[in-house]
């Protein structure tokens, strides 16, 4: 049986792609292909890794063309989950150091309906700078039995269940709310902590980078809270299936190319003003029809002005308006909610002035 490794990645430094990669290169049994998923990264990552992967035979490399839409950790393993057939597959991540053995022992723990999920070692920044062997390496801490990511899993069991669940965008809460689905649908998930067997390169906490302002790379407020709160009505619920009958597709090469092309028409200008956004989220935006439509959000000069201002909080003002990053957390929130599944194309423009968001409705 060879174990199906599969890497999702957006953005990353290749130094820690290359670490890692080569830490599977030393395997001690070479019964392992990798999938590595670049979801949408930019064109001077893109170029790199591509670059990069050219070094590791074992690599099969799949682009997706998610540019300009949000981090989706589900749909990147997903994409290449759905086309595996049998035998297991582990979840990496491009942080990983692992121990030559890794491979040897995981296959050995593969089982038809047996998930596993490893404590890893985690590195300081300044010891992740080096190049040591897998023993030498000074180690801050320690995972514990909460840290749920780097899963080993039947493939029939996660296909079971759809995979992971899709509706979880940018971080937090997928890995966990994954062996939740995996046990409510009968399928033993077990810890292992008898050797260590991964180490973790250092990075600052994603979590960490959130803004209250708005920002060109796409953030909304609170989302890791939400998506807690989302993984704790998953537990409260036995949830088990998710997703479509789509799961794991994204949009095509062409479909992207179309989207970009439209972006650069003429566009359906919205302003900011709270009674026109809410009627464009809750009402003109359900109801369009089958094509593609091209919207830009710009914030109304009146919203910025002491004049209007003062309107507002006298409430003698037609139209009290929202800030563009409350435009952006709401579009957002509606786009991973009801419209992941249409291609679309989302971009805050680099003077934070205005979101162009084009939309192929099916």
């Not at 050995?108 to 070692?121: C, D, H, I, M, P």
């Not at 937090?172 to 973790?200: A, P, Q, W």
């Not at 003002?317 to 957002?332: A, M, V």
């Amino acid at each position: 049986m060879k174990l199906s490794i599969i890497y999702p990645y957006r953005n990353r430094d290749i130094l820690r792609v290359q670490k890692s990669l080569k830490s599977l290169q030393s395997q001690t049994n070479k019964n392992f292909e990798v999938y590595f998923v670049n979801y949408g990264s930019d064109a001077i990552y893109t170029n790199q890794i591509e670059s990069l992967l050219k070094n590791f035979e074992f690599v099969k490399y799949s682009y997706l063309y998610t540019l300009f839409q949000p981090w989706n950790k589900s749909k990147a393993i997903n994409s290449v989950l759905k086309n595996l057939e049998t035998g297991c597959f582990f979840v990496a991540d491009i942080d990983m150091i692992f121990h030559s053995t890794f491979i040897e022992k995981a296959l050995r723990l593969s089982k038809t309906n047996e998930a596993w999920y490893f404590q890893v070692g985690f590195l300081g920044e300044g010891e992740s700078k080096t190049s040591k062997k897998f023993e030498d390496y000074n180690i801050k801490f320690k995972s514990n039995k909460g840290a749920t990511g780097l899963t080993l899993c039947p493939v029939k069991a996660a296909k079971r269940i759809r995979g992971f669940d899709e509706f979880y965008h940018f971080w937090g809460g997928e890995d966990t709310d994954f062996h939740i689905r995996l046990k409510n649908s009968g399928c033993i998930v077990k810890y292992f902590d008898e050797e260590l067997l991964m180490l973790h390169q250092w990075h600052e906490i994603y979590r960490n980078r959130e803004s209250a302002n708005l920002t060109a790379n796409l953030q909304i407020s609170g989302i890791v809270q939400f998506n807690h709160y989302y993984l704790e009505q998953t537990a409260r619920d036995k949830k088990a299936v998710v997703n479509n009958d789509v799961w794991g597709e994204t949009q095509s090469k062409e479909q992207f190319e179309k989207l970009v092309e439209y972006s650069n028409t003429t566009s359906k200008k919205i302003s900011s003003s709270c009674v026109k956004i809410d009627y464009f989220l809750f009402h003109e935006l359900p109801n369009l029809k089958p094509g593609i439509y091209n919207f830009k959000i710009t914030a109304d000069q009146k919203n910025i002005s002491l004049k209007a201002t003062l309107k507002n909080v006298l409430k003698k003002s037609k139209y009290s308006y929202y800030s563009l990053k409350d435009i952006n957390d709401k579009l957002l929130f509606h786009l991973i909610t009801f419209y992941r599944n249409n291609p679309y194309y989302y971009r805050v423009s680099k003077d934070l002035k205005s979101i162009t968001f084009v939309i192929n409705k099916l």
